[in-house]
């Protein structure tokens, strides 16, 4: 009977252990590239080529807001920043992402370069579950209404969000445009010119003013002659340029060099006067693009003045070379550079809520986080990712290419930050 009841007892001990090991959570551990000390970031970015414009600026101001947390560190680890040149090319952009994937073993991909190497990897990067933080382009691709725990967070305006928006402008600022009855609308047969007409038939439509618009489709770095003779011929009061930097320039000098002087309205990703051609605006076609960013607000400049301090500390420590800090400071490409600094800023923003929550730093907790809440950041914001949201920022300025009383060629602020829902109000 004795042995009975020690037999007994023991089987109950047992039982309750496994019961209790059974009810434990399951220990939780941190994601590739995070260690003790560190944290391993990247991106592939093109600093060679045409669109080295954007990219050396772009990665400069990334470097230097990286620098300046690693002043401090977020839980007691250093961020390391890894990008390669995809020269872009999109084959070559998405062997880098697999190889800081797969090879560098990152736990994040930070300022996610240009439509042709983003297009291409999106459905690779979802299928790994590895946070992509901040797209440099606006494809529709990165659009998604609800989407709890999705690993993609772009940041600059969708192209979509932006087509509605930029619709919106040229008809209800009567102001700026007077009464347009006729809309022009020019957009290139590639990603980003279609993915902003996308939007610009949204809003038409939204608007019941599709028997306004009069379209024209070119191919990308061709001729446009035709299609601006197309515009003068229809008479229209406006134009819409759907495509992106590269291209816009050639476009407004064919529209310019036919004495259609009618305001051109076009995209962020053109909002640097390197690509608004100083000529075009001296033949008297005014040139107006979208822009997130916001200089002119007390917060907008105090954020500028930090981002300033932080590039001149790069510089100084190293961190950034003499090319990188000239392009970043350049008035006509600093642009590129706060948008890196931006980047930066909200990938460190999901660490120190991690942090702050005193959760593991892996995927799971890390998008978690960034969904817990609007996330607002230097010059600009918020952007909402809550409730699976992955629209990109949704207000916008409207800036406009002219001159000072020095004649000095700037973009000045025609109209501040404002949503879709504010313009129509108008």
């Known amino acids: 009977m004795r042995k009975l009841r020690l037999l007994t007892g023991t089987l109950l001990a047992i039982g309750a252990m496994l019961i209790t090991s059974c009810n434990k959570a399951p220990v939780q551990e941190v994601a590739q590239g995070v260690t003790e000390t560190t944290i391993k970031i990247g991106n592939a970015a093109t600093v060679s080529g045409g669109f080295a414009l954007v990219g050396v600026p772009f990665n400069a101001g990334l470097k230097a807001r990286v620098a300046h947390e690693n002043k401090t560190k977020v839980g007691g680890r250093t961020i390391e920043f890894i990008t390669y040149d995809d020269g872009g090319l999109a084959a070559q952009g998405q062997q880098q992402i697999e190889r800081l994937v797969e090879d560098d073993e990152v736990f994040s991909i930070v300022g996610h370069f240009g439509t042709w190497t983003v297009g291409q990897t999106l459905p690779y990067l979802r299928d790994k579950g590895i946070p992509m933080v901040y797209a440099a382009t606006g494809i529709n691709q990165l659009y998604?209404?609800?989407?709890?725990?999705?690993?993609?967070?772009?940041?600059?305006?969708?192209?979509?969000?932006?087509?509605?928006?930029?619709?919106?402008?040229?008809?209800?600022?009567?102001?700026?445009?007077?009464?347009?009855?006729?809309?022009?609308?020019?957009?290139?047969?590639?990603?980003?010119?279609?993915?902003?007409?996308?939007?610009?038939?949204?809003?038409?439509?939204?608007?019941?003013?599709?028997?306004?618009?009069?379209?024209?489709?070119?191919?990308?770095?061709?001729?446009?002659?035709?299609?601006?003779?197309?515009?003068?011929?229809?008479?229209?009061?406006?134009?819409?340029?759907?495509?992106?930097?590269?291209?816009?320039?050639?476009?407004?000098?064919?529209?310019?060099?036919?004495?259609?002087?009618?305001?051109?309205?076009?995209?962020?990703?053109?909002?640097?006067?390197?690509?608004?051609?100083?000529?075009?605006?001296?033949?008297?076609?005014?040139?107006?693009?979208?822009?997130?960013?916001?200089?002119?607000?007390?917060?907008?400049?105090a954020g500028f003045t930090v981002f300033s301090q932080h590039i001149l500390a790069a510089k100084e420590e190293g961190v950034i070379d003499d090319t990188e800090f000239s392009y970043a400071t350049n008035p006509a490409l600093s642009a590129f550079a706060i948008a890196g600094y931006i980047a930066g800023d909200i990938f460190i923003t999901g660490l120190k809520r991690v942090d702050a929550a005193d959760k593991v730093l892996n995927w799971e907790n890390y998008i978690a986080a960034l969904e817990d809440g609007l996330i607002d950041f230097p010059m600009g914001g918020p952007v909402d990712f809550t409730n699976g949201k992955r629209h990109g920022l949704d207000q916008l300025s409207l800036l406009k290419a002219t001159h000072d009383s020095d004649g000095n060629y700037f973009l000045d602020v025609a109209r501040p930050i404002e949503s879709l829902d504010q313009i129509l109000a108008k």
Request: a negative charge; proline letters at 3%; aromatic letters at 8%.
């Open 144 to 301: 998604f209404e609800e989407s709890v725990g999705n690993p993609i967070f772009a940041v600059q305006p969708i192209y979509r969000t932006e087509g509605r928006l930029l619709v919106a402008r040229v008809l209800k600022e009567v102001e700026l445009f007077g009464t347009v009855d006729k809309l022009g609308v020019i957009y290139t047969t590639e990603d980003a010119g279609y993915s902003i007409k996308v939007g610009v038939d949204d809003q038409l439509k939204a608007m019941k003013k599709e028997s306004i618009a009069v379209y024209q489709a070119v191919a990308p770095g061709t001729d446009y002659s035709a299609a601006a003779t197309a515009m003068k011929d229809a008479g229209v009061k406006a134009i819409i340029v759907a495509t992106n930097q590269v291209y816009f320039g050639g476009i407004a000098t064919a529209v310019s060099a036919i004495d259609l002087k009618v305001p051109l309205l076009t995209s962020y990703v053109s909002a640097a006067t390197g690509y608004i051609p100083e000529a075009v605006v001296n033949n008297g076609v005014d040139v107006y693009t979208n822009a997130w960013v916001d200089l002119t607000t007390e917060k907008g400049i």
